[in-house]
């Protein structure tokens, strides 16, 4: 009688671009709605001919898009890296597509092994929203005083008990993360605003970007955006803005994994 010994099982990173406004979020879903993940998976395990299990470097909630979003997976099934790339798109739908894919150390971890995440909220300001940019960048009808954002911006750098952008509905351990850049650019009808930190909580920036635009709007100094940071809690902040806007642009690992991290596209 032989044995049956299980095949080895190769672990793999891949990096992924997605229209968030397509989905209902990255997570499954119980009630089988369309959502990231979902696709991903069913397209991965029909090059794998076998079940596949994704994990991610960080959940994005429903409109909120990615253009460098990780995650790895492991399988038994001996692939190139190409069938990983276009095989896996040949079943995606519209809206999601794989962009690298690396065999990685099987102690690679997408989220566990991630220190920073950068993101980048598109912000157009103009009298009437443009139709073709719906879904792709936020919105509003004030003109913005765009050095006054500079200004408030900057004050988030560091570490801080960021409680004062924080959803009701975090689940994040503690409130205390640290930015290495908050910086916003741009002038007249198109701003932008770029985060990098170690960690984010849920709707941090979304609740930033708002509070943001009441500055640029005038209906809260930036002296009342400091203290707004001081207060830590969400009962005086601004209203979370629309997620339309906002992109995850990238995730750092430790170079020991090779996970190099792609340039903004030209048109973000």
């Known amino acids: 009688m032989t044995k049956d010994y299980p095949q080895p099982r190769q672990r793999w990173a891949l990096t992924v671009s997605y229209d ?29 001919c076998e079940p596949v299990a ?39 739908p519209e809206g999601v597509a794989v962009w690298q894919a690396q ?23 103009a009298p009437v929203r443009s139709p073709l940019l ?43 993360k640290t930015l290495y850049r908050a910086e916003v650019s741009g002038s007249g009808s198109w701003i932008k605003l770029d985060l990098h930190g170690n960690a984010f909580l849920h709707h941090m920036v979304r609740n930033i970007m708002g509070a943001l635009v009441y500055v640029g709007s005038g209906r809260l100094s930036v002296v009342g955006f400091e203290a707004l940071l001081a207060e830590k809690s969400r009962l005086k902040a601004p209203p979370t803005f629309m997620p339309d806007g906002l992109y995850l642009t990238g995730v750092d690992y430790p170079p020991e994994f090779g996970i190099a991290r792609p340039p903004l596209p030209e048109w973000l």
């Open 20 to 48: 968030g406004s397509r989905f209902f979020g990255w997570q499954k879903q119980a009630d089988a709605l369309p959502t990231v993940q979902e696709a991903l998976e069913t397209a991965l395990a029909k090059i794998a």
């Open 134 to 176: 719906a879904g792709r960048a936020g919105w509003t009808h004030y003109p913005l005083d765009v050095p006054a954002m500079q200004q408030a911006a900057k004050l988030l750098e560091g570490e801080h008990d960021f409680s004062s952008f924080r959803a009701a509905q975090c689940q994040a351990k503690s409130p205390v």
């Open 54 to 92: 994704v994990t991610v470097a960080g959940r994005t909630d429903t409109g909120v898009h990615a253009t460098a979003q990780v995650v790895h997976f492991d399988t038994a099934a001996d692939r190139q890296a190409q069938a990983w790339i276009r095989g896996v798109n040949a079943h995606l």
């Open 103 to 125: 065999p990685v150390a099987p102690h690679f971890h997408a989220r566990f092994d991630a220190y920073g995440r950068h993101y980048r909220y598109l912000l157009q300001s």
